[in-house]
């Protein structure tokens, strides 16, 4: 499985962005599909993640109420929506699957600046 991720940019405080993530490969449907980021010096955590189905979801305290993670199985493409941004959300943002085997796989990761 390989994960191509878009999106990223440099955005004002209070501003939105939306990152995309294609899987292209063996990936299916019943795939785990997840958003991480980390800043330098600091691990790699969960803004979001979606079932295969997009029926169940999960956020990061820091993430909810202002991100929103969605996917379309058709386009084998898992979406992050995020507004209301803050400086602190400033990271590389990575995508992130799952397979039905607990195979698992990343992006090659997308820099998300927010700064005035």
């Known amino acids: 499985v390989q994960l191509q991720a878009s999106g990223g940019g440099l955005v004002q405080p209070g501003g939105s962005l939306r990152l995309s993530c294609t899987a292209s490969g063996s990936s299916s449907i019943g795939d785990f599909m997840a958003w991480y980021r980390q800043v330098p010096g600091k691990q790699r955590e969960l803004v979001a993640g979606?079932?295969?189905?997009?029926?169940?979801?999960n956020y990061a305290p820091s993430a909810k109420g202002r991100f929103a993670i969605s996917r379309d199985n058709a386009k084998n493409t898992v979406y992050l929506q995020m507004n209301s941004l803050k400086p602190e959300d400033t990271a590389v943002y990575y995508c992130?699957?799952?397979?039905?085997?607990?195979?698992?796989?990343w992006g090659q990761g997308t820099q998300v600046t927010v700064s005035s």
């Open positions: 979606t079932s295969g189905r997009g029926t169940t979801t």
């Open positions: 992130y699957l799952r397979d039905t085997f607990n195979a698992f796989f």
